[in-house]
């Protein structure tokens, strides 16, 4: 199992950037995905997920109407899209992934990407 994320960088407040993690080694459209972010000192936090055709999403309320999670099954790739960056957002974005239930919480899933950083300055 391995996912692979991407599209990290520097941005000015304001700016948009979109991350993508592609999935390889299992049954992509079998499970639910997840983006979480770290910023430093801080505990890893949920930002968003989506369920396994996409019919479902979930936003973190810090990043609801900014940010937006998507999915395409056909390229085994989840993609974040975030507008409105904010100071605020600087950290490491990970995805994850889990055949579980639906959920917010970083140990409800089982297979995590290497990171992206992500730095909005102001």
């Known amino acids: 199992v391995q996912l692979q994320a991407s599209g990290g960088g520097l941005v000015q407040a304001g700016g948009s950037l979109s991350l993508s993690c592609v999935a390889s080694g299992f049954t992509f459209n079998q499970y639910v995905m997840g983006w979480f972010r770290q910023a430093p000192g801080a505990e890893r936090e949920f930002v968003a997920a989506i369920n396994w055709n996409g019919g479902s999403t979930h936003y973190a309320d810090s990043v609801k109407g900014r940010f937006t999670i998507s999915r395409d099954n056909a390229k085994n790739t989840v993609t974040l899209q975030m507008n409105s960056l904010k100071p605020e957002d600087t950290a490491v974005y990970y995805c994850?992934?889990?055949?579980?239930?639906?959920?917010?919480?970083?140990?409800?899933?089982?297979?995590w990407g290497q990171g992206t950083l992500v730095t909005v300055s102001s």
């Open positions: 994850a992934g889990t055949t579980g239930p639906y959920n917010t919480q970083t140990d409800g899933y089982d297979n």
